[in-house]
C-alpha cells in the first residue's frame, strides 16, 4: 500500500470524581495510546494533573512522562511492575495524550527528538497560567505565525506546530487576564481564551490543554477536518482521535466534537460551546486510509465506507468482460484489504493474501527508511504464479510502493498486473495534516502536467510497470462515504482547499511551477 503519515493522535481524560488521584488516568491515557499507534509510531507522552492536598509539600502539579518509540516500548507496558509503578507514579485526575509522527510545521521528516515530543509544558508561577498542551494536524499558516513571533521578540527552539500553540495560548492568557481594582490578574474565560487561538490558528488541529488549576479544554478547528470524539460514562469524560479508543474504554453513548467547539472539562462536571460555525469539511482520506477500519467518524462507519469503495471500482472495472479463472485479487496490506474484498465479491473473483508487511507506516519518512520499510514486504509465490493480478490499493501518492509491490509479483510469477486504487488521482498536495505537502512529489499530479487527462491511467501505468491502472471516481468516492460532497475536504483531488492559508499555499506552489 502507498504509505502516507499523518499528524498525530490524541486522547484526553477527565475524573468525575476529582478529589482522589487515581492510577486510573495514566493507565486509560496509555491504553488509548495503544489503540491510535497507527496514527504515531515516533514517539509518545502523557501529561497529567495531579492536585495539592493541604498541608502537604511543593511539588508539581502537572507531571508528564514522553519518550521515543512505540506506546509499549516508551511505557514499558509488557513489563507489569515497571508499568504499574510507572502509572503511580503519574496517579491524577485528569490527563491529555498524544503520540506522533516525526512531521513538524518546517517538514523536517527524517528527524525528531525528544525535545519535540509532545504533550508540551508551559510552566509558571500562576497556576492558571501553567499548562500541558497535545496538537493533531497541521497549521496551514505555520510560516506567517513563525515570522510574526520571530519578528516580536520570540526565539522559538523547534520546528513544531504545538510550540507555536503553545505561545499563543499562553499570550491569550495574558491578555484576557482579568484586572479589578488593582488586584492580582485573574483567570479568563477560557472559552475567550480559545476563540483567541480559533480567530489565529488557520488549518487543521485538534487541541487538548492541561492547565494547572485542574482545567481540561478540548478544542477542535471550525471546519472540523481531522477527527475528534467525544464521550463520558460515569467515572470519567474522554475525548480520542477515534471512536475505537472508547468503545474499547466501553463508552457506547459518544459523539464528535463539532467544528469550531470548545468543551471544558472541571471539578464542576463539562461545558460546551461552538465558538465559530463554519462548513464542517472533513478529510475523506481519513476514511479512506488512516482510521481504524472499526471507528465511526462523521456518523460514517469506516468498515462500511471502504466496502463501498469497492463496489464502486466493481462498478467501473474495464476488465469486466475479460475476467476468467487466471484472475485473482490481490488487496495491498493492510487497509485496502475490506475494498478488496468487496471489490472481488461483486466479480465473483478469487482473493488471496498473498503479499505481507508489518504495520509500520513509512511513507512519512526520509527516502531511506521509506526504502527499508518497501523492503519488509513478503510475497506467497504459489497464490501469484502464473496468474493475473487484480492489485487493489487504497491510494497512489508518490508511486514508490506501487513499483515495488508490481515488480515483486512480477519476479513471482504473475502474467499480469492490473491496479486499481480505491482514491481517486491525488493531484494536489495537502496543508491539512497528511503527509504530502508538496505537488511535486505527487506522480498523478506529475504526469498530468504532461499528458491529457485521458491518457492519465495508462501512462501512469507504464510509469510504474503495471498492465493497466484504474482509480476511483470523484463521484464514486463521495457515494461510498455516504456524506454530502459539501461536508468533505477533497483538496487533494479538486483544489478546493477549505482555508484561506491553503488556498494561498497552492496558489503559491502553482506559481512557483
Not at 504545538?162 to 495574558?174: H, P, S
Not at 460546551?272 to 460555525?277: A, G, P, Q
Not at 474484498?341 to 508489518?358: Q, R, T, V
Amino acid at each position: 500500500m502507498e504509505e502516507v503519515g499523518e499528524e498525530c493522535g490524541i486522547c484526553a481524560v477527565y475524573l468525575k470524581n476529582p478529589h482522589e488521584s487515581s492510577s486510573l488516568v495514566p493507565d486509560i491515557l496509555v491504553k488509548s495510546l495503544s489503540i491510535l499507534q497507527p496514527r504515531g509510531q515516533k514517539s509518545a507522552g502523557i501529561a497529567v494533573y495531579n492536585p495539592r492536598l493541604p498541608l502537604e509539600d511543593k511539588r508539581k502539579t502537572i507531571n508528564r512522562y514522553i519518550g521515543l518509540g512505540r506506546v509499549n516500548e516508551v511505557f514499558r507496558v509488557r513489563d507489569e511492575r515497571e508499568y504499574c509503578k510507572l502509572c503511580e507514579d503519574l496517579k491524577g485526575i485528569a490527563g491529555i495524550a498524544h503520540n506522533r509522527y516525526a512531521t513538524s510545521g518546517k517538514r523536517n521528516t527524517d528527524l525528531i527528538n525528544l525535545a519535540e515530543t509532545q504533550p508540551f509544558i508551559k510552566e509558571h508561577p500562576r497556576s492558571w497560567k501553567r499548562f500541558a498542551m497535545a496538537f493533531n494536524g497541521n497549521l496551514a499558516n505555520y510560516d506567517s505565525l513563525c515570522e510574526v513571533m520571530e519578528y516580536s521578540g520570540y526565539d522559538l527552539e523547534t520546528n513544531v506546530d504545538t510550540e507555536i500553540l503553545v505561545n499563543l495560548w499562553a499570550l491569550a492568557l495574558r491578555e484576557n487576564s482579568l484586572h479589578k481594582d488593582d488586584k492580582l490578574p485573574q483567570k479568563p474565560s477560557l472559552f475567550d481564551v480559545s476563540k483567541k487561538i480559533m480567530d489565529k490558528a488557520d488549518g487543521a488541529y485538534n487541541i487538548l490543554t492541561l492547565s494547572g488549576d485542574g482545567s481540561l479544554v478540548i478544542m477542535r478547528d471550525k471546519h472540523g477536518i481531522r477527527p475528534l470524539v467525544y464521550g463520558e460514562n460515569e467515572e470519567y469524560y474522554i475525548a480520542a482521535s477515534e471512536s475505537i479508543v472508547l468503545e474499547k474504554m466501553g463508552i457506547k453513548e459518544y459523539r464528535d466534537v463539532l467544528p469550531g467547539e470548545v468543551i471544558i472539562c472541571t471539578s464542576k462536571g463539562a461545558e460546551n460551546r461552538r465558538i465559530i460555525e463554519e462548513q464542517k469539511r472533513f478529510c475523506h482520506f481519513e476514511l479512506v486510509y488512516f482510521a481504524r477500519q472499526y471507528s465511526t467518524m462523521e456518523g460514517v462507519k469506516v468498515k462500511e465506507c471502504r466496502e463501498n469503495l469497492g463496489r464502486e471500482l466493481a462498478m467501473i472495472e474495464p476488465l469486466k468482460d475479460k475476467l476468467d479463472s487466471d484472475f485473482v485479487v490481490v488487496p495491498a496490506p493492510k487497509t485496502a484489504i475490506t475494498a478488496a474484498k468487496s471489490y472481488a465479491h461483486e466479480l465473483n473473483l478469487p482473493i488471496k493474501d498473498a503479499l505481507e508487511k508489518g504495520d509500520e507506516r513509512g511513507f512519512i519518512n526520509g527516502l531511506s527508511e521509506r526504502t527499508r520499510i518497501m523492503g519488509e514486504y513478503l510475497v506467497y509465490e504459489s497464490d501469484v504464479r502464473n496468474k493475473k493480478i487484480i492489485l487493489v490499493d487504497d491510494s497512489i501518492v508518490r508511486g514508490e510502493t506501487s513499483k515495488v509491490l508490481i515488480k515483486i509479483l512480477r519476479n513471482n510469477g504473475a502474467l499480469e498486473i492490473h491496479l486499481r486504487s480505491t482514491e481517486p488521482a491525488i493531484l494536489n498536495p495537502c496543508f491539512y495534516g497528511i503527509d504530502f505537502p508538496d505537488k511535486k512529489e505527487l506522480i498523478a499530479a506529475r504526469l498530468k502536467n504532461k499528458f491529457p487527462d485521458s491518457q492519465l491511467e495508462e501512462i501512469l501505468a507504464k510509469e510504474i510497470g503495471a498492465d493497466s491502472i484504474v482509480f476511483q471516481t470523484l463521484n464514486g468516492l463521495i457515494r461510498a462515504t455516504k456524506m454530502p460532497e459539501k461536508e468533505l475536504c477533497l483538496a487533494c483531488l479538486n483544489g478546493d482547499y477549505p482555508t484561506q492559508a491553503g488556498k494561498l499555499l497552492y496558489e503559491k506552489q502553482i506559481n512557483c511551477a
